[in-house]
């Protein structure tokens, strides 16, 4: 009986913050994970590809890729998929596709160069200029993307809208087949 009272006190007391977490949750991560992504997109698009500088620390088969094409396609999954993020559309392709990025940013520009332990790995997960790497933020954004890319956008979203309205039948849907036959 205490227990039944304690789980309908508990579930009284959190029931609105869960409701408004599906609304509020998940657009929290889509602004902040937009915000920084459009940045990253805008000074792309306004300054000049450094991608020729490290083409060679890209993964195979994107070292393969000519550096104009990789500028481009980093540039414009981040402005679209910024956007893209902010308004919740095509929300799981575009945090997957911006986690694929950001794995490839930590590889090519933000792992340390050089380090022989994991405690000199370690010294790398810095926001920093000072060497040693500085993957920290990147890791931060993709613990972000997870839960976009496995949960979707939450309710305050076109996705969710979308599929709200796909999921409801239409009016032909309604109609029954057998409605001409029926007597008027």
Not at 12 to 18: K, T
Not at 165 to 183: K, N, W
């Amino acid at each position: 009986m205490m227990k039944k009272n304690f789980q309908s006190l508990l579930s009284r007391a959190l029931g609105p913050l869960d409701l408004l977490g599906l609304w509020l949750g998940m657009l929290s991560l889509r602004l902040i994970l937009g915000w920084e992504f459009f940045e990253s997109g805008l000074e792309k698009y306004r300054g000049s590809n450094w991608f020729i500088d490290i083409q060679d620390s890209f993964p195979f088969p994107l070292s393969l890729v000519p550096t104009e094409i990789s500028w481009q396609m980093a540039t414009w999954f981040e402005l679209i998929g910024a956007l893209a993020l902010v308004v919740g559309l095509a929300t799981r392709f575009f945090s997957v596709s911006l986690i694929v990025l950001t794995v490839v940013a930590i590889l090519s520009v933000h792992w340390p160069a050089d380090w022989e332990s994991l405690a000199d790995l370690l010294r790398g997960y810095a926001i920093t200029d000072q060497g040693f790497g500085n993957y920290k933020l990147p890791a931060i954004f993709i613990a972000m993307l997870l839960p976009l890319a496995l949960m979707g956008p939450g309710r305050l979203s076109f996705d969710h809208w979308l599929r709200h309205r796909l999921e409801q039948p239409s009016d032909q849907a309604d109609r029954p087949l057998v409605a001409a036959t029926e007597p008027r």
